[in-house]
């Protein structure tokens, strides 16, 4: 069957609609991500979000609101808890939310196992995007909307607080809640994330488009849009190119955008390498 026919099918309009949506609230939040320094915790983050639902599954059955509930509920107790413990005790937070983060994905695996869930196992680690459902896409749209529109909204204060934390403090900037509200917004998108790249390869699609973006310019607000528009690019991209090759729609997704990452590294006017070498032997 060819791309062509395939793309009559409604699971195949499914996903390449659900690769526009989440490749680009992704890419766009992925610029508040690099801003803030904080792709690791990111991917602690979103490993920590399998128990939640394999613990859905055992209390309320598999369903798409289940599934969001249990990893909002997972993110917020190994978040809060890793926060609990470095305020408690000698280690600090990304030790703290090392230790939970792992404990906590370790359950969740045995509890899917001893379900007898093996392939939905497999597609909350490495996603399955054309096994999203008609909610899975109408709860990804929404977490994207709410996710644009928060960040917009307050995007001249995030990028005080961003830039110069301090200054924001003394400007009264609401610097806490503001720490609060991108997280949230993070957690979120994340979420809405996870059944189409899965918890493992999440973290690729919500960093490497801004990363990407942030290598090309000065410019904060271009790195936003830019990055929404690079992840839903490279997003659908990876679509088009994974039916006729047989890859794996998810990893070819971060594959794909992990190219455009190397082609800005590489040939980026003022920050890339070449450009590094071309200016060291001109002095």
């Not at 320094?37 to 598999?62: F, R, Y």
């Not at 939970?100 to 869930?117: E, P, R």
Request: hydrophobic share 55%.
């Amino acid at each position: 069957m060819s791309i062509a026919d395939f793309l009559h099918e409604d699971i195949a309009r499914r996903a390449l609609l659900a690769c526009l949506i989440i490749g680009f609230s992704n890419g766009f939040v992925s610029g508040y991500v690099v801003l803030r320094k904080s792709a690791l915790q990111i991917g602690t983050l979103s490993h920590s979000l399998l128990p939640g639902l394999a613990i859905a599954v055992l209390v309320a059955g598999l369903t798409a609101w289940s599934a969001l509930a249990g990893a909002v509920c997972a993110a917020l107790i190994v978040g809060l808890g890793a926060m609990l413990l470095s305020r408690t005790s000698r280690l600090d937070q990304e030790s703290s939310m090392g230790i939970l983060y792992t404990t906590a994905f370790a359950v969740g695996i045995i509890i899917l196992k001893k379900l007898g869930l093996q392939q939905q196992l497999e597609d909350w680690l490495f996603g399955s995007i054309t096994a999203l459902g008609d909610a899975d896409l109408w709860i990804a749209f929404g977490i994207s909307v709410i996710a644009v529109l928060t960040l917009t909204a307050l995007q001249r204060p995030l990028l005080i607080y961003l830039f110069e934390p301090n200054v924001a403090a003394s400007l009264g900037v609401p610097v806490r809640f503001l720490n609060y509200a991108l997280f949230g917004v993070v957690i979120l998108v994340l979420i809405s994330s996870l059944q189409a790249v899965g918890c493992i390869l999440s973290v690729g699609l919500l960093v490497t488009p801004g990363a990407t973006v942030y290598l090309l310019t000065d410019n904060a607000r271009a790195l936003f849009w830019g990055g929404g528009l690079i992840g839903a690019a490279g997003s659908v991209t990876a679509f088009f190119l994974s039916y006729p090759l047989g890859w794996h729609i998810s990893s070819t997704i971060v594959v794909v955008l992990g190219g455009f990452f190397l082609l800005a590294y590489l040939f980026s006017p003022r920050y890339g390498i070449l450009a590094q070498i071309r200016r060291a032997r001109a002095l």
